[in-house]
């Protein structure tokens, strides 16, 4: 049984997360001889504050960016 970790950035829809969930069900199938009831597939939404590039948050770095 596949199971699959998705971090993304919050801010998606459920209907982008929902196309989503169908074409990585349709690759893990296709590549990995399954079934689409055997996949099991986790989105981890995470906010700007909790993720960092270069040792900075995305918030911190998006803020910087935005001050003059």
Same mark, same amino acid.
């Given at each position: 049984? @596949?199971? *699959?970790?998705v971090?993304?950035?919050?801010?998606?829809?459920?209907?982008?997360? !929902?196309?989503?969930?169908?074409? *990585?069900?349709?690759?893990?199938?296709?590549?990995? !001889?399954?079934? @689409?009831?055997?996949?099991?597939?986790?989105?981890?939404?995470?906010? !700007? $504050? !909790?993720?960092? *590039?270069? $040792?900075?948050? *995305?918030?911190?770095?998006?803020?910087?960016?935005?001050?003059?």
């Amino acid at each position: 049984m @596949p199971i *699959v970790t998705v971090a993304l950035m919050e801010g998606r829809t459920q209907e982008q997360k !929902d196309a989503m969930f169908a074409r *990585v069900t349709e690759a893990l199938c296709a590549t990995l !001889d399954c079934q @689409p009831e055997q996949v099991r597939i986790r989105v981890e939404d995470m906010s !700007d $504050g !909790d993720f960092a *590039v270069a $040792g900075k948050s *995305v918030a911190r770095s998006n803020a910087e960016r935005e001050s003059p």
